[in-house]
């Protein structure tokens, strides 16, 4: 096995004889000839049997058995990709000893969802459920590729905290050693607190959110894309580092998962060189205006805005994107700074990307008295928090950051309809296994 040829290299051996090793993937059994399909993660190769003994010992095999094939490669120009494999021998790996459930050879699996998250480990075999986390891995690589070029630090923060991060809710309690823990919400206050001593830092890692939503936006464990950078002016300042590390995450994408994005058919977005940017006041006026539905009173947009933004975005700037701006302090946490100018606003943002929220940042307050006070307006217990303020009573920078949800980012690039189709193991409401 040590001389096995990935099957995406096959086009370059026309002539040779080449060892490759996969799944079974499908098998059609004929009067005078046999195809067997192997399948490995670069792709598919079409195997001809004629031998009767070997037909034989291949047909009674379970789709998803693995197999040892060493063959000779000819150019076929009716076979798929222009090339056959023949005259094989073929050693059996392993024997799959139950069926599938469904039919891994079908362009797309024909299974209700529960039945596919089920079956994930079997499911995400399938060409088009693999690709979609080939460009979440993709994406992570362009994530932390255009940090470290920008001299940001990656860290790892703790995952069980004592404190929920934003403001109690929603949090899930475990028992620590007889003590009331919680799973992290977020990794907000000890990267806030890393801006100290790195200045620049970031993390890919797990967060999670004990909410009961049963939608196909929400997760109880995601993969949180994080960063935080000190020394700003405003929140502007970051929202420059964010569109940078939008635009390194989709050329890696589209050097990186060239396949994956064939196979799924999907468009890599143009990022412009600025992202057109609205303030939510403005937003709001907007919609009424275009729409007569008035929801100026409301602190946030509701779904239906996002998408009606998304779409004046595309229709007015030619950009999947659309940054709004200034959000109502009531709707956002309580370490968020305040826009000096006007107060009941924030100095934070969000990121809309085809008409989805997919980025949440801004600019923190960074000063120890302002923290304080900002702790008696919201009652936050300064007490439960003492460790986080600590790093602002011995002095920190203006300082902010962003976080961006890597399954709903998936979710919107790939065109899919539910979020857990973009992870692996999916936690929701209902979901414990596999």
Known sequence: MNNRLPIADLAHCQGQTVTISGWLHNFRRLKKVSFLILRDVTGLAQVVLTDEALVETIAPLNRESVLQITAEVAAVEQAPNGIELHNPTIEILSEATEIPPFDMFRPTLEAQLPTILDKA????????????????????????????????????????????????????????????????????????????????????????????????????????????MGFINNHYDVMKVLTEVIRGMMTTVQTHAQQAITELDCEIPQVPATIPAIHFTEAQELYFQETGNDERNEPDLSPEQERWLGAWAQSEHNSDFLFVTGYPMKKRPFYTHRDPSRPDYSNSFDLLFRGVELVTGGQRLHQHADYLTACKQWKVDVESISGYLAAFAHGMPPHGGFAIGLERFVAQLTGTANVRLTTLFPRDTKRLIP
Do not use: C
């Open 121 to 228: 480990v079997l499911s995400l075999r399938h060409p088009q459920h693999k690709a979609r986390w080939q460009i979440a891995a993709a994406a992570m690589q362009g994530f932390r590729e255009t940090l470290r070029n920008q001299a940001f630090t990656e860290i790892q923060t703790p995952k069980i905290v004592s404190t929920a991060t934003e403001s109690g809710a929603n949090v899930f309690e475990i028992d620590y050693f007889g003590q009331s823990a919680y799973l992290a919400q977020s990794p907000q206050f000890y990267k806030q607190m890393m801006v100290g001593v790195f200045e620049r830092v970031f993390e890919v890692g797990p967060v999670f959110r004990a909410e009961p939503h049963t939608t196909t936006r929400h997760l109880s464990q995601y993969t949180s894309l994080d960063a935080e």
